[in-house]
T-cell receptor, first 115, second 112 residues
């Protein structure tokens, strides 16, 4: 169990560019979540997967955002045509299905800065 | 509306002192409540998880309480240490839609 990892840890991009983040969950965790967190706020839910199926999407996830988990293991979050308002910390978390408490383990996050 | 509110927004205490953070939630149907510690620039780390049938749970110097009737929870930190400086986030979970509702956190600063 090596924990949830995210890559890159930091990303600076110019407005209008596309960016892609990767999340590697804890092995055998079949649930994977994406959150966005801005300074001084708690994480905001974006979307979650059970295995490769994307089961829930927040209204925060505009058409410019897309997430995939093609083989039910790692996941990617892509933001197209980035805007300054996309600047935030993007957190990934994973949990084991059927766990009584659905304990979530968070990754270190990817901090995105759009200039 | 499902939401979680925390107070105070920020808190400064002297090293060695105790403190209590508050959380009110209106999540329904309620399944469990969690407290996370988040160091600056890092992901949250779970401290406690309590179901509606549990009143208190401890994790070292951290003790969480839950009153499911009044929908209130508290996190008590005893004998604070400088390393306790972080944001503490309260999260309510509902099995309906598998949704987590996060509070905005309490920023705790422990000074020597």
């Amino acid at each position: 169990d090596t924990g949830v990892s995210q890559d890159p840890r930091h990303k600076i991009t110019k407005r209008g560019q596309n960016v892609t983040f990767r999340c590697d969950p804890i092995s055998e965790h079949n649930r994977l979540y994406w959150y966005r967190q801005t300074l001084g706020q708690g994480p905001e839910f974006l979307t979650y997967f059970q295995n490769e199926a994307q089961l829930e999407k927040s209204r925060l996830l505009s058409d410019r955002f897309s997430a995939e988990r093609p083989k039910g293991s790692f996941s990617t979050l892509e933001i197209q045509r980035t805007e300054q308002g996309d600047s935030a910390m993007y957190l990934c978390a994973s949990s084991r299905d059927r766990a009584v408490s659905y304990e979530q383990y968070f990754g270190p996050g990817t901090r995105l800065t759009v200039t | 509306k499902n939401q979680v509110e925390q107070s105070p927004q920020s808190l400064i205490i002297l090293e060695g002192k105790n403190c209590t953070l508050q959380c009110n939630y209106t999540v329904s149907p309620f399944s469990n409540l969690r407290w996370y510690k988040q160091d600056t620039g890092r992901g949250p780390v779970s401290l406690t998880i309590m179901t509606f049938s549990e009143n208190t749970k401890s994790n070292g110097r951290y003790t969480a309480t839950l009153d499911a009737d009044t929908k209130q929870s508290s996190l008590h930190i005893t004998a604070s240490q400088l390393s306790d400086s972080a944001s503490y986030i309260c999260v309510a979970f509902t099995n309906t839609g598998n949704q987590f509702y996060f509070g905005t956190g309490t920023s705790l600063t422990v000074i020597p």
